[in-house]
């Protein structure tokens, strides 16, 4: 008799999503918050966030011009990153990753512009000492008037203004991705947009924290960190986690408890990973930092750092167990799948190793062609909080 070989479809242990995905998310996400803080100086005005605005718009760009490289290693083959231009466009209202194409084009050239409204007075001064990038960058506007540097405070204000909810929209539409997949109880929730972008604010200020003393005492001409500003991060992280911490709450109790059949799925994988959840998610990369930011513990710098630190890498922990996590959990298996992402290869540990080389690649870029040391320096002039 001739053997038979069925194979059976809709049973698989691969996953969609591997590592590059949650990768992608903390970027995106880390971006979204760096350009709202910026936007505290350049859109809200609070003078306290002018010495960082600059540095703080800078890395918005830099990681979302990183970001989709994740996806485009997803992908497998780097050519097929063509189809989300050529086909699809006719489910445009109805496509989530549609809206995500154009988001990531406009984002970045809108940051990119602002920061060129924002930094242009000092590219004319570089300019006129022969620096040709510099001139470059002016776009042939050699005026510093008054009157000119009035038009770039309404240009850059203009720009922020539509770059928040831009900003906002670029790492929502990610969670609204996930929120849309009514095969997976961990992601269906309408709720998921938004905690992605509690969170998001989190990584962000966390990421914030451990660059800014460094660029501070290393890379500026003061060689001074400003203590006051680390506090000042430190406590608006702890807001930020507030609110990050009641979307979890109500994401989790209501589907816990108020979901359907799902919610056996969700109580189920929540028993298995409750001590790694629990105490490192939680109470390590949340907890913890909440009560540095809250006490007198923000004004000693190295607790803070540790704060920030923890903070962002238990953002990402967060997307993983979202990602990866919510596709262990079964559906026609008896049984929860597994995944250990590879060493090499596309879509490995290597990859976003590689990933983040490039970001540290981007800064490097960025920090020599933007003077943004002299714009700090003249924000702090006249400030003695700098120690």
Known sequence: MDSVNTIISTITIAKPWGIDIPNYFWFTGSSAAAFIISSFAHVFGWEKYKPIAGVSLLMAFVLLVAAPLNLIDDLRQPGRVLNFFMYGWENFPTSPMKWGVLLLMAYPILIFF??????????????????????????????????????????????GAIGIPLALAVHGYTGY?????????????????????????????????????????????????????????????????????????????????????????????????FADTFWIDYVLC???PLVIGFTKLRNIPVVVYFGGIVTAVGVWIFRWNTVIGGETIPRTTPGYLNYTPPAFGQDSIVSVLSNWGILFA????????FPWDEEMEDCYEGVENAK
């Open 114 to 159: 602002e920061a060129q409204a924002l930094y242009r007075p000092y590219f004319v001064k570089q300019a006129k000492k022969g620096g040709l990038l510099s001139k470059l960058f002016t776009f042939g506007n050699m005026d510093v008037s008054k009157e000119a540097l009035e038009k770039d405070h309404k240009k850059g204000y203009i720009l």
């Open 362 to 369: 981007l800064v490097c870029a960025v920090l020599l062609i």
């Open 177 to 273: 991705i996930m929120g849309a997949v009514h095969a997976n109880v961990m992601y269906h929730t309408p709720l998921m947009p938004i905690i992605f972008l509690a969170s998001a604010m989190v990584s962000g200020t966390g990421l914030l924290i451990i660059l800014i003393p460094l660029f501070q005492r290393f890379l500026s001409s003061r060689k001074k960190v400003d203590r006051d500003m680390v506090a000042t991060l430190a406590r608006l992280l702890s807001w930020f986690i507030v609110s990050d911490l009641v979307m979890r709450f109500l994401w989790l109790t209501f589907s816990l408890t108020f979901g359907n059949g799902e919610k056996y799925a969700l109580y189920s994988y929540f028993t298995l990973h």
């Open 286 to 288: 949340l907890f913890i």
